[in-house]
C-alpha cells in the first residue's frame, strides 16, 4: 500500500472527480484523473490503482440512472468498444503514454473545435443545429477508439463523446447512456488488467480510496439535477478543451524529452 500522503493530496480529488464525472457532470473531467495522479506515481500504476474504482463509480452510477439510458446507442458502441479493449490488451507492452495523451488530446480538441465551428456557423445562419442521426458505423467507430483509449488511461469518455454529444440527448438519458457503457467497458478491462497482472499489486491502495468512489458519484448526480441541461454541454464540451491542451502539451513534451 502507497504511504506517501503526497499521493493522497493527488489521488483523493483525483478519484472524487472521475466519481463526479460519473454522477453526471460530463465524462471529460474523469480525463484529470490520471494526469493527476501520475504527478506522484507512474502512469501505468495509477491506472492500476483506478480500475477497482471504476467499477463502483460505474455500480453506483448505473444504479441512481437506472432505466434512463438509451441502450440502442450502448448496443451501437459497445462491440466496438469491447474490440478496442482487446486490442488494447495485446498491445499493452508497446503502449506509449506520452503517444496516448497526444492521441486523446487530439481526438478532444479536434471535436471541441469542430462544435464551437458549427455552434457559431449555425449562430450566423440563425437556427440551431439539429440533433445527428444513428450511425452504425460511426458508433462502432468511435466505440472502438474510446475502447482502446479507455484501456490505456481511463480516457475513454472523450472519444464516446464525439459520437454521443451531437445526437443531443436530454441530460440525463446523455450521462445515464455514459455510464451504462463505460461501465461495461470497465468490467472488460478489469478482467483484461488482471489477466496481464497490473490489477493485484496495486490492490490494498484501492482499496483504501474506494469509499471516495459512491460518494463522488452521488455528489455529481445531486449537482446534476440542479444544473441546466445547457451548462451540462458547457462543461463536458469546455472540459474537453481544456484536458485536451493540458494532454497534448504533456504528451508533447514527454515525446520531445
Not at 493522497?8 to 465524462?27: S, V
Not at 506522484?40 to 455500480?59: E, G, K, R, S, W
Not at 444513428?134 to 458508433?139: C, P
Not at 474506494?210 to 451540462?232: D, Q
Request: charged residues 10%; proline residues 5%; hydrophobic residues 55%.
Amino acid at each position: 500500500m502507497i504511504t506517501d500522503p503526497l499521493f493522497y493530496l493527488c489521488a483523493i480529488p483525483a478519484i472524487l472527480l472521475f466519481a463526479m464525472a460519473k454522477g453526471g457532470l460530463g465524462a471529460g473531467l474523469g480525463l484529470l484523473s490520471v494526469p493527476l495522479m501520475s504527478l506522484v506515481v507512474p502512469p501505468a500504476q495509477a491506472v492500476a490503482i483506478i480500475v477497482p474504482l471504476l467499477v463502483v463509480m460505474d455500480a453506483s452510477a448505473a444504479w441512481n440512472f437506472r432505466g434512463k439510458w438509451n441502450a440502442e446507442q450502448v448496443k451501437i458502441m459497445l462491440p466496438g468498444a469491447l474490440f478496442g479493449v482487446l486490442v488494447g490488451t495485446f498491445t499493452f507492452q508497446y503502449l506509449s503514454d506520452d503517444a496516448m495523451k497526444i492521441l486523446i488530446a487530439v481526438i478532444a480538441l479536434s471535436f471541441s473545435g469542430n462544435h464551437y465551428i458549427k455552434r457559431y456557423l449555425s449562430k450566423a445562419d440563425g437556427g440551431e443545429r439539429p440533433p445527428a442521426p444513428t450511425s452504425v458505423m460511426r458508433g462502432r467507430f468511435w466505440g472502438a477508439i474510446s475502447g482502446f483509449t479507455s484501456f490505456g488511461i481511463h480516457a475513454g469518455g472523450a472519444p464516446a463523446s464525439v459520437y454521443l454529444l451531437p445526437l443531443k440527448m436530454e441530460k440525463t438519458m446523455l450521462m445515464a447512456t455514459f455510464a451504462l457503457f463505460l461501465g461495461a467497458v470497465n468490467i472488460a478491462k478489469v478482467i483484461a488488467y488482471t489477466w496481464l497482472g497490473e490489477l493485484q499489486s496495486n490492490l490494498i491502495t484501492s482499496l483504501a480510496l474506494l469509499p471516495l468512489a459512491p460518494i463522488g458519484v452521488r455528489l455529481g448526480y445531486f449537482l446534476l439535477h440542479r444544473i441546466s441541461e445547457k451548462v451540462i454541454y458547457q462543461i463536458s464540451y469546455l472540459s474537453l478543451v481544456v484536458l485536451g491542451t493540458k494532454l497534448l502539451v504533456e504528451g508533447i513534451r514527454g515525446v520531445m524529452g
